[in-house]
Nanobody, 123 residues
Framework: QVQLVESGGGLVQAGGSLRLSCRASGNIFSINAMAWYRQAPGKQRELVAGITTGGITNYRDSVKGRFTISRDNAKNTLYLQMNSLKPEDTAVYYC?????????????????WGQGTQVTVSS
């Protein structure tokens, strides 16, 4: 089993920045990819960005150039740096991890999910 704990969400004005963190623990050697997903009220959960253990990244088009996904393997931590935030980025953001790289970084997500952290962008 793998446990994922997110932090870093909050309320920010449009144009501002936030950095989300996700610390993994447990059987982390089974993880080959990690990703951030988000779910806004009344909408389906969607991929934001993913990264493999080899460093290959994937972003949804609407966040390219604004968000950056990275990982610190020594700290078993995944990050999402979010700049130039927009009201449409408002959602609960979930950390995801799994063994199968393709479904983690391209959807619908791997086996393990965090509890989610709220990001609210005011206009």
């Amino acid at each position: 089993q793998v446990q994922l704990v997110e932090s870093g969400g909050g309320l920010v004005q449009a144009g501002g920045s936030l950095r989300l963190s996700c610390r993994a623990s447990g059987n982390i050697f089974s993880i080959n990819a990690m990703a951030w997903y988000r779910q806004a009220p009344g909408k389906q959960r969607e991929l934001v960005a993913g990264i493999t253990t080899g460093g290959i990244t994937n972003y949804r088009d609407s966040v390219k150039g604004r968000f950056t996904i990275s990982r610190d393997n020594a700290k078993n931590t995944l990050y999402l740096q979010m700049n130039s935030l927009k009201p449409e980025d408002t959602a609960v953001y979930y950390c995801n991890a799994g063994r199968l790289r393709a479904i983690v970084v391209a959807g619908p997500g791997g086996d393990y999910w965090g509890q989610g952290t709220q990001v609210t962008v005011s206009s």
